[in-house]
């Protein structure tokens, strides 16, 4: 099983951007599918995209519009999602999680990390 730390977020202005990383511990990294999620104050936490354990498959929110990108190096035990042009909409604690296959649903990912903050000021 892996456990996974988040890192990256903070404060940004509109239109700016932000490399969001999720660091995995454990060898069999590269098994599991990784999403993003995150939760704004108030609001159930909602999926922003996911990566299969290959780094082939890559699934988005449709809110995206092409603004976000993840990748993932199974080398260094990492995913990250690269975020630009953001808007206040997009202030939330981004949560990694992992799992077994490539879904949206929040219900398999069996670990997730602690959170990292992202706030975009206007």
């Known amino acids: 099983q892996v456990q996974l730390v988040e890192s990256g977020g903070g404060l940004v202005q509109v239109g700016g951007s932000l490399r969001l990383s999720c660091a995995a511990s454990?060898?069999?990294?590269?098994?599991?599918?990784v999403g993003w999620f995150r939760q704004a104050p108030g609001k159930e936490r909602e999926f922003v995209a996911a990566?299969?354990?290959?780094?082939?498959?890559?699934e988005y929110a449709d809110f995206m519009r092409g603004r976000f990108t993840i990748s993932r190096d199974n080398s260094e035990n990492t995913v990250i999602l690269t975020m630009t042009s953001l808007n206040p909409e997009d202030t939330a604690v981004y949560y990694c999680?992992?799992?077994?296959?490539?879904?949206?649903?929040?219900?398999?990912?069996?670990?997730w990390g602690q959170g990292t903050q992202v706030t975009v000021s206007s």
């Open positions: 990566l299969s354990g290959d780094g082939f498959t890559a």
């Open positions: 999680a992992a799992s077994r296959s490539l879904t949206r649903r929040r219900i398999f990912y069996e670990t």
């Open positions: 454990g060898r069999t990294f590269s098994k599991y599918a």
